[in-house]
């Protein structure tokens, strides 16, 4: 972006996809995205078995339902947190207000790294789990691609979770440099 005013476009300034598809905490909101929709829809889809003597579902992981919940609900929710900070990515140019920019983006900071927290706690859960199944309780191997994958990329979005959580860290810092420097130079600070 050219000469942005206070970690963003100028503000007022027309939306511009490109731009926005382009900056890298964006890109890795889209991958945490895809990560969620793959956690959940693999646990939704084979993460419960029918077994033929009980008549009922079961979790794979271990028998556990709590296991299956929470790797649903973390998906869902964070899939659903994504979307609504893509809106504010599009919508954060727009933002006149050093301090509202500053809100916005702490809260980046804050969500990001929660979100990280959680899917590692997910990771952490969801792999005893699958570990400590019992493989006569899946004889035939069912849905253990589907368990795998949602273990696999719950690890993976702690890393873009955290990443996503660096990168705001790092625009706050640019926010409040700027902010620093027009206070000190008035002048200077007028395009």
Not at 45 to 59: H, I, T, V
Not at 60 to 71: D, F, H, K, Q, V
Not at 85 to 112: E, T
Not at 113 to 125: I, K, N
Request: with cysteine; hydrophobic share 45%.
């Amino acid at each position: 972006m050219e000469g942005g005013a206070y970690g963003a476009g100028k503000a007022g300034g027309a939306f511009d996809p490109h731009t926005l598809l382009r900056q890298p905490h964006t890109i890795l909101r889209v991958v945490s995205w895809l990560f969620s929709i793959v956690v959940f829809g693999s646990i939704v889809n084979e993460g419960y078995l029918n077994s033929p003597s009980e008549g009922k579902e079961f979790c794979i992981y271990n028998r556990n339902p709590n296991a299956c919940s929470y790797g649903v609900a973390v998906g869902v929710l964070a899939f659903l947190t994504c979307l609504l900070y893509l809106a504010l990515d599009v919508y954060f140019p727009q933002i006149s207000s050093v301090k509202d920019r500053k809100k916005a983006v702490l809260s980046d900071i804050g969500v990001s790294a929660f979100w990280a927290f959680l899917w590692f706690v997910g990771f952490c859960y969801l792999a005893n789990q699958w570990q400590v199944s019992k493989p006569k309780d899946n004889p035939l191997n069912e849905g253990t691609d589907a368990a795998r994958a949602a273990i696999a990329f719950s690890f993976f979005s702690i890393f873009t979770w955290s990443l996503t959580a660096a990168l705001a860290a790092r625009r706050f810092k640019e926010l409040t440099f700027q902010e620093e420097y027009s206070t000190l130079f008035p002048a200077a600070a007028q395009p």
